[in-house]
């Protein structure tokens, strides 16, 4: 039997490397593996938490669900002929019709859900919410609570970062 010499003996795979098949491709070592794992680690441990945030989703909800309240609050008061309050402070909003008849008396008949609540919402706790009291008259535009005069710019309030604007021409209710 002929003696093979050591220095005969192809390596298959350079030292060192973990995933290079010849002796030319480059290939990743452990340590530059272990390395991107732990910095991808590290980034997705900081940047997660601020992705999925649950004041920011209430943020979101409890704007969207406002804006909703104050397009309800329109629509009625066009369908029933009576003025229809919106409010919001930092508490929450509601939806409220006149005590006495439909165009006199303060707003302090609440307007129920169809599921027979109030048509209120309590505000998340750690969102900024700026104040506005309006109601909208028999022909859907928006008015001042506290003049009684129609609104001759548009109204807006704020929801953490997200504006509500209410048209003061047509009470059209939108969000920026």
Excluded at 35 to 63: C, D, H, Q
Aim: a positive charge; aromatic letters at 8%; one cysteine or more.
């Amino acid at each position: 039997m002929p003696m093979v010499s050591v220095s005969r003996i192809r390596k298959t795979r350079p030292s060192g490397r973990v995933f290079s098949v010849r002796h030319g491709q480059p290939g990743f070592t452990v340590v530059e593996l272990v390395v991107v794992i732990v910095l991808m680690g590290i980034l997705a441990a900081s940047t997660v938490p601020r992705v999925f945030e649950a004041s920011r989703f209430e943020e979101m909800g409890f704007a969207e669900s406002s804006a909703a309240a104050a397009r309800f609050a329109r629509r009625l008061a066009l369908n029933s002929r009576c003025d229809t309050g919106f409010s919001i402070d930092g508490t929450g909003y509601r939806v409220v019709q006149r005590a006495a008849g439909c165009v006199s008396g303060g707003f302090t008949r609440s307007v129920n859900r169809p599921g027979g609540q109030a048509w209120a919402g309590a505000a998340p706790a750690g969102v900024t919410i700026a104040a506005l009291a309006i109601y909208f008259d028999a022909e859907g535009r928006p008015v001042d609570v506290g003049t009684g005069l129609a609104l001759n710019t548009p109204a807006s309030y704020l929801v953490g970062g997200r504006n509500i604007t209410i048209e003061h021409e047509t009470g059209f209710i939108h969000l920026l």
